[in-house]
């Protein structure tokens, strides 16, 4: 079956809004585990806007499903990465001046750099995820680094509010997929997913994981997360 990993990221958000001991993330992510979620992912920025370092470690500490770390390729989260061993690591693009992340890394230009990284990772028995957009050229690129996944950015999907471009940018995502899968790389999606846009990506047989997080956050405001989780959960494996 299809899976869910929720990030919680935004739990954090609203915490660090008022520098607050609550939302615990640490509750969340039992929350939505308990709720059916198959793993949990954050993203630890240069930054530290949301989710902090006590929150990596308790949740390497907790988190009973899989736990998947997305951040920069620096020496400095590498490092905190081999520290904890999570089960994942995604590698991100990440800019100080960003609201969120705005697109996949350019794998072709750092080719060499993100190999060293991915190497230093998989040589901790940690699994290897690229953050990508749906560019066959960049996904060769990901093949020749030796990534054991890569997760296709959908956000021009889901942001896109022409019918017809959205149906353009979901046609590449469905030949992204392929290519990638075709190539022997594990094919995770996420960015911009929500309950009105995930149903066309669910379809894509290719996709073994969604990384679902701003979506979920936003919904449990006004159902609970339990009920967002589990909504969403049913909605991936239409």
């Keep these: 079956m299809r899976k869910l990993s929720v990030n919680i990221d935004h739990i954090a958000t609203l915490r660090q809004a008022r520098k ?14 308990l709720a059916g979620a198959d793993g949990i992912t954050f993203h630890l920025r ?13 949740l390497k500490e907790t988190v009973t499903t899989k736990l998947n770390f ?11 990465a081999n520290d904890i061993k999570p089960y994942m690591v995604t590698l991100v693009p990440e800019k100080r001046e960003e609201l969120t992340t705005e697109g996949g890394l350019n794998i072709i230009s ?7 990284s991915i190497d230093t990772i998989k ?16 996904i060769d690129a990901c093949k020749e680094v030796g990534c054991d996944y890569i997760e296709i950015h959908t956000g021009n999907y889901c942001d896109e509010k022409n019918i017809y471009k959205q149906s353009e940018e979901l046609n590449r995502i469905i030949k992204a997929c392929k290519h990638a899968h075709d190539l ?17 990506l669910a379809q894509i047989k290719e ?32």
């Design 184 to 200: 022997g790389i594990s094919v995770n999606a996420g960015h911009g997913i929500y309950y009105n846009n995930i149903t066309p």
């Design 123 to 138: 040589a901790n028995d940690i699994f290897a995820c690229l953050f990508v957009d749906a560019d066959l050229k960049q």
């Design 70 to 80: 997305e951040m920069a390729s620096t020496k400095e989260m590498i490092k905190i």
């Design 110 to 116: 750092q080719i060499n750099e993100l190999r060293k």
């Design 46 to 58: 240069e930054d530290r806007r949301h989710i902090q370092d006590r929150d990596v470690r308790l």
């Design 20 to 33: 607050t001991l609550y939302p615990e993330v640490i509750i969340a992510a039992g929350i939505c585990e």
């Design 207 to 238: 996709i073994e994981e969604f990384s679902i997080g701003h979506g979920i956050i936003s919904r449990a405001v006004f159902v609970g997360l339990e009920k967002a989780v589990k909504e969403m959960k049913q909605l991936i494996q239409l």
